[in-house]
C-alpha cells in the first residue's frame, strides 16, 4: 500500500506547525525558512494552502539531475536527494513545474520533502487534520486524474500568431 500527503487548504488555518515541524525535524531549528513545506497565504481572500512535494511518478527534478543525486526510497516511494551527491547546481529546482524543490544556501545543495523517512512531522503537527498521511488512493491526485480525463478529446484550436509591427530607431 502507497502512502501520500494529502493536502487539504479548506482545512489550513495559517498556523505554520507543520513548517516548524519540519524545519525542526530536517535541520534541527524552528525556521520556517528551512522547511519543506510551505503554506501559501491568499491574503486577498484571507485563506491559506500548505504545498510540498508531490512526489511525481514521473519526477522531472530527479529526471534532470546531471549527477542523479534524487533517487527513488523504495520503501516511501519519495524522491530523495543524496547530500552527499548533490552539487548544488539547481538544476532540478528549474525542473520542478511545482516549485517545491529548493537551495538550501547555508550547505549550498537542494532540499525536498523526504516524507520523514514514512513518518512525516507535517501531518503530526498540524492540528486540523489539513495535512495527513494516508492511503495514496485516497488522495485528491486521483480525483484530479479522472477529472483531467474528461477533457474534451480534439485538439485545442491553433491561433497563429499575430504580426508586431517592430520599430527600428536610427542613430
Same mark, same amino acid.
Given at each position: 500500500?502507497a502512502?501520500? @500527503? =494529502?493536502?487539504?487548504p479548506? =482545512?489550513c488555518t #495559517?498556523? @505554520? *506547525?507543520?513548517?516548524?515541524?519540519?524545519?525542526?525535524?530536517?535541520?534541527?531549528?524552528?525556521?520556517?525558512? =528551512?522547511?519543506r513545506?510551505?503554506?501559501?497565504?491568499?491574503?486577498?481572500?484571507g485563506?491559506?494552502?500548505?504545498?510540498?512535494?508531490? *512526489?511525481?511518478?514521473?519526477?522531472?527534478c530527479m529526471?534532470?539531475?546531471?549527477v542523479?543525486?534524487?533517487?527513488?526510497?523504495?520503501?516511501?516511494?519519495?524522491?530523495?536527494v @543524496?547530500? $552527499?551527491?548533490?552539487?548544488?547546481?539547481?538544476?532540478?529546482?528549474?525542473?520542478?513545474?511545482? #516549485?517545491? &524543490?529548493?537551495?538550501?544556501p547555508?550547505?549550498? =545543495? &537542494?532540499?525536498k520533502?523526504d @516524507?520523514?523517512g #514514512? $513518518?512525516?512531522?507535517? !501531518?503530526?503537527?498540524?492540528?486540523? #487534520? !489539513?495535512?495527513?498521511?494516508? $492511503?495514496?488512493a $485516497?488522495?485528491?491526485y486521483?480525483?484530479?486524474?479522472?477529472w483531467a480525463?474528461?477533457?474534451?478529446?480534439a485538439?485545442?484550436?491553433f491561433?497563429?500568431?499575430?504580426?508586431?509591427?517592430?520599430?527600428?530607431?536610427?542613430r
Amino acid at each position: 500500500m502507497a502512502m501520500a @500527503l =494529502k493536502l487539504e487548504p479548506e =482545512k489550513c488555518t #495559517g498556523c @505554520l *506547525q507543520c513548517e516548524m515541524a519540519c524545519s525542526y525535524e530536517n535541520e534541527g531549528v524552528f525556521n520556517p525558512a =528551512k522547511s519543506r513545506i510551505k503554506v501559501f497565504n491568499f491574503h486577498e481572500e484571507g485563506k491559506f494552502a500548505p504545498y510540498t512535494c508531490t *512526489q511525481c511518478e514521473e519526477a522531472w527534478c530527479m529526471h534532470s539531475c546531471p549527477v542523479e543525486a534524487i533517487v527513488v526510497d523504495m520503501v516511501t516511494g519519495s524522491k530523495n536527494v @543524496l547530500e $552527499d551527491v548533490c552539487v548544488g547546481c539547481k538544476v532540478c529546482t528549474i525542473a520542478c513545474p511545482f #516549485g517545491t &524543490v529548493n537551495y538550501e544556501p547555508d550547505s549550498g =545543495k &537542494v532540499i525536498k520533502c523526504d @516524507l520523514c523517512g #514514512g $513518518d512525516p512531522w507535517c !501531518a503530526k503537527a498540524c492540528p486540523t #487534520g !489539513a495535512i495527513t498521511y494516508v $492511503d495514496e488512493a $485516497d488522495t485528491t491526485y486521483e480525483r484530479m486524474r479522472a477529472w483531467a480525463q474528461q477533457a474534451p478529446s480534439a485538439p485545442a484550436r491553433f491561433n497563429p500568431p499575430k504580426p508586431k509591427e517592430v520599430q527600428v530607431f536610427e542613430r
